[in-house]
């Protein structure tokens, strides 16, 4: 680790936290940045990361002169300049596929986090309509990634693929009885071989 290494407020479970640190990790950054494991939640906000965001959300990046990057896209976006690095594509269609891509898997994200929050509550609190909302937007997506994104990986890679990749094993995590693999098979095996790149596998989640 390098000294003065900027911070990154971190949990194991959340997808946001692992597309950033895929990325991280893509971008070659690893030992550059600090891993500060940090415990949010919807319903109790975290006193001391609502200091650093006021959103109380994680991923946030600390930078060494103490200014605070909050969002994932934010993050990768500085990071990949930073660099220099091609995950985010600076123009034409190639970026504009990987904002495509970003926007459907991260919207994805947006989905299970909710539902997963809505699974929590006692069954009497539960809006039918807006899990069944959410069932018919993830099989729509899964539908189109299987269509689209399940392929050769485009070099490359980019943070479009690393957020399909990082959806699809947060299915696997928290939604595992939706079996997504036995309706999407190409998507199945694309999402295999991108699991075996070592940014994946250094930032899966522990069994
Ligand atoms: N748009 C944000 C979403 C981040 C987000 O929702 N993170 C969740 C963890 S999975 C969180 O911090 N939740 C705590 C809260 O909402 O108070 C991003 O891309 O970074």
């Known amino acids: 680790m390098q000294d003065c290494p900027m911070k990154l407020y971190w949990s194991p479970l959340s997808p946001f936290v692992r597309k950033t640190l895929v990325a991280v990790h893509e971008l070659g950054l690893a030992d550059r940045v600090e891993i500060i494991p940090t415990q949010v939640r919807m319903d109790t906000p975290n006193p001391a990361m609502l200091m650093l965001n006021p959103l109380g959300k994680i991923p946030a990046l600390q930078l060494d002169d103490g200014a605070m990057i909050i969002d994932s896209f934010a993050i990768i976006d500085y990071l990949n ?9 600076a123009s034409g269609e190639a970026r504009r596929q990987m904002l495509r891509q970003h926007a459907l898997a991260n919207g994805l994200m947006d989905i299970l986090v909710l539902w997963r929050n809505e699974r929590d509550k006692p069954v009497e609190q539960h809006s039918k309509g807006w899990i069944a909302g959410f069932d018919e937007k993830t099989s729509r997506v899964l539908a189109l990634f299987e269509i689209e994104a399940a392929g050769p990986n485009a070099q490359p890679i980019n943070l479009g693929q690393i957020s399909i990749a990082v959806v699809l094993s947060y299915l696997d995590f928290r939604f595992a009885h939706l079996n997504w693999r036995d309706t999407h098979p190409a998507l ?12 994946m596998q250094a930032t899966a989640i522990a069994p």
């Open 81 to 89: 300049e930073m660099v220099r690095g091609a995950i985010i594509p």
């Open 188 to 199: 199945a095996v694309w999402h295999a071989t991108f699991s075996s790149r070592p940014s």
